[in-house]
């Protein structure tokens, strides 16, 4: 009996975490951006990376930005409404030396309205190019180690003392190996940036502009 009821309360619980998945909030999967009459697609689905910076209005702040990363609920012309997984607010303020405070809020519950034309940068990073780049990254970290701890350290004969040249020479060689290959695998994986406003340093970049008929 004890049994019984317990199965009944698991399959009670299943459905209503079923009936709360099918009753979740819709997000926008996917916008559009515009450069110069190109085209190009933004997907924000569940594991990929995407992140808004802003610019963070302060009035006693030298200068402040927003970076926003969460789901996209909804684009109008006005305004892009967010539900945000990490908000971070990077201000400075200028008194007697530059005081830099940074405020991370992880897992906000409440939604962030943004104005489209307030956006100075959008940064995605799908998960297939995370995976690349995480990939990428432990070939540079583990053919770094390999070159230079790893091959001295089996090279040696410790019996006699004696240097093994060759044996240092081929775990050098599979060490650089891993390097060259995840070198480049790193810097094509890399994060996609959009810039919609000039960067503040002042170098030339492209700007988009978020397309209206979403």
Not at 64 to 69: A, C, E, G, N, P
Not at 161 to 172: I, P, Q, S
Request: proline letters at 2%.
């Amino acid at each position: 009996m004890k049994n019984t009821k317990i199965q009944r309360l698991c399959l009670t619980l299943l459905f209503m975490v079923i009936l709360g998945g099918s009753m979740a909030q819709e997000f926008v999967k996917s916008f559009k951006i515009e450069s110069d009459n190109k085209v190009k697609t933004i997907y924000t689905g569940n594991l990929d990376f995407f992140e808004i910076s802003i610019k963070y209005e302060s009035i006693i702040a030298v200068d402040s930005f927003r970076y926003v990363q969460g789901k996209i609920l909804s684009i109008n012309d006005e305004f892009l409404r967010i539900y945000p997984k990490i908000d971070n607010k990077y201000i400075w303020y200028d008194n007697d030396s530059s005081i830099r405070i940074n405020n991370t809020v992880c897992s906000p519950n409440h939604t962030v309205d943004i104005k489209i034309s307030d956006i100075g940068m959008i940064e995605n990073h799908s998960n297939s190019n995370f995976n690349l780049k995480s990939f990428g990254d432990a070939a540079i970290i583990t053919g770094s180690i390999t070159a230079l701890l790893i091959a001295p350290l089996v090279s040696i004969k410790y019996k006699t003392g004696e240097f093994n040249g060759d044996t240092y020479l081929k775990t050098v060689g599979v060490g650089l190996s891993f390097v060259t290959i995840g070198i480049p695998i790193s810097i094509l994986s890399r994060p996609r940036k959009y810039f919609f406003a000039r960067k503040c340093d002042g170098k030339e970049v492209k700007l988009w502009k978020i397309k209206n008929d979403q």
